[in-house]
Nanobody, 114 residues
Framework: QVQFVESGGGLVQPGGSLRLSCTAS????????MGWYRQAPGKQRERVAT???????NYPDSVKGRFTISKGDAKNTVYLQMNSLKSEDTAVYYC????????WGQGTQVTVSA
């Protein structure tokens, strides 16, 4: 069974930066694309960053140029570097696979506020 543990969230002022970490326990196929998702209060969960098995990345326009997803040296570790944060980035952030996601972890809260 795969479990995700996200960390690194917190309270940050607009324009600030945070680096989120995700570690997955269990076995994930090496061919799996990984993604960072977020869910703001009253909104649907959305994917904000994707990294494929070969390292290709993709972002929606809302975060492009500000967020960077990367893989860690340790197996099943993924990071999300978030720069130039805006109030609309406030949400709980999760990681998971892209195709056939596993059960969701607890997520990590990111609050962008002055």
């Amino acid at each position: 069974q795969v479990q995700f543990v996200e960390s690194g969230g917190g309270l940050v002022q607009p324009g600030g930066s945070l680096r989120l970490s995700c570690t997955a326990s269990g076995s994930i196929a090496s061919s799996s694309a990984m993604g960072w998702y977020r869910q703001a209060p009253g909104k649907q969960r959305e994917r904000v960053a994707t990294i494929t098995a070969n390292g290709s990345t993709n972002y929606p326009d809302s975060v492009k140029g500000r967020f960077t997803i990367s893989k860690g040296d340790a197996k099943n570790t993924v990071y999300l570097q978030m720069n130039s944060l805006k109030s609309e980035d406030t949400a709980v952030y999760y990681c998971n696979t892209v195709v056939f996601p596993y059960s969701w972890g607890q997520g990590t809260q990111v609050t962008v506020s002055a």
